[in-house]
């Protein structure tokens, strides 16, 4: 099991840029885990966003304006969010599950969650 621990969260206007962080603590080697970060917005279903093991991956809705990284060094992934827009507002999570090979984009298929930081984007 891994604990997780979201920062960075706050309000912008829409055009800014934010970065999120996540801090990890587990008994094993964080290289050993596939990150995530997920969102979910007031009354909707949490949607993934980018998820990286080695090679990143991004939902269809982010790609070329949010970058997700690590460092394992640092036990720490990153979410770095440009060009914001009001519909990016959401409780943004942070996600781990063992990597096995894939990288993987269903909410099920992580098993330890952080408790989210709040992004807001005003217009």
């Known amino acids: 099991q891994v604990q997780l621990v979201e920062s960075g969260g706050g309000l912008v206007q829409a055009g800014a840029s934010l970065r999120l962080s996540c801090a990890a603590s587990s008994g094993r080697t964080f290289s050993d885990y596939s990150m995530a970060w997920f969102r979910q917005a007031p009354g909707q279903e949490r949607e993934f966003v980018a998820a990286i093991a080695g090679r990143t991956y991004y939902a269809d809705s982010v790609k070329g304006r949010f970058t997700i990284s690590r460092d394992n060094a640092k036990n720490t992934v990153y979410l770095q969010m440009s060009s914001l827009k009001p519909e990016d507002t959401a409780v943004y999570y942070c996600?781990?599950?063992?990597?096995?090979?894939?990288?993987?984009?269903?909410?099920?298929?992580?098993?330890?969650w952080g408790q989210g930081t709040q992004v807001t984007v005003s217009s």
């Open positions: 996600a781990a599950r063992l990597f096995a090979g894939i990288i993987r984009t269903a909410k099920s298929d992580y098993g330890d």
